[in-house]
């Protein structure tokens, strides 16, 4: 049964590659988004630009929170937990 399904779905194999590149792309993004040394450099880069007075207080407070979070989920994947539930 194995080997006459695979001749059934031989057409949709260039799909199936694609899906799996796309999941690679993805897995990839996510890897470098939620990297610990990244976000760090981040929130260096957002009290840089609070110094040079590029932004206001409320702004900074903002966008730490956010990274923040970030920072948060990314630490709990190294860690092995899943934190993706508390995005938003």
């Not at 260096?44 to 040079?52: N, P, T, V, Y």
Request: proline share 3%.
């Amino acid at each position: 049964m194995g080997l006459i399904s695979e001749v059934l779905l031989l057409p949709f194999a260039p799909v199936r590659g694609s899906l799996w590149a796309v999941r690679q792309v993805v897995a990839e993004a996510e890897r470098q988004y939620y990297d610990p040394a990244a976000v760090r450099a981040d929130l260096a880069r957002l009290e840089q630009r609070l110094d040079a007075g590029e932004i206001d207080e409320g702004e900074f407070d903002r966008l730490e929170d956010e990274l923040l979070d970030r920072l948060e989920i990314a630490l709990s994947r190294s860690a092995g937990t899943t934190g993706e539930g508390t995005t938003g």
